[in-house]
């Protein structure tokens, strides 16, 4: 029912930086939390961050804490990945998710390619 479409992906000289954006076709305050996963080829899907829509609490994958900065506007019922200082090794298909819990996500978007070269 829910669709959500990522944004914002591309190509990136290691060091720098991209903004991800993930719309949801409706309101987002009402789920649990919000994530992002990415999945590089071969390579099963990775948590990389989730916000929660009560509170706003962030999380992060010990990978790119620091670097990462995971946001969302309810208006808008957007939530963003701010990347920075982007490694080689970030290269994958990011996908946003839209859950009931943390760890339980329920809708996913089609993902977005991120290429980082060295």
């Known amino acids: 029912q829910v669709q959500l479409v990522e944004s914002g992906g591309g190509l990136v000289q290691a060091g720098g930086s991209l903004r991800l954006s993930c719309a949801a076709s409706e309101r987002t305050f009402s789920y649990y939390a919000m994530g992002w996963f990415r999945q590089a080829p071969g390579k099963e899907r990775e948590f990389v961050a989730a916000?929660?829509?009560?509170?706003?609490?962030?999380y992060y994958a010990d990978s790119v804490k620091g670097r990462f900065t995971i946001s969302v506007n309810n208006a808008k019922n957007t939530v963003y990945l701010q990347m920075n200082s982007l490694k080689p090794e970030d290269t994958a298909v990011y996908f946003c998710?839209?859950?009931?819990?943390?760890?339980?996500?329920?809708?996913w978007g089609q993902g977005t390619q991120v290429t980082v070269s060295s």
């Open positions: 998710g839209l859950g009931s819990s943390l760890f339980d996500y329920d809708y």
């Open positions: 916000i929660r829509m009560s509170g706003g609490s962030t």
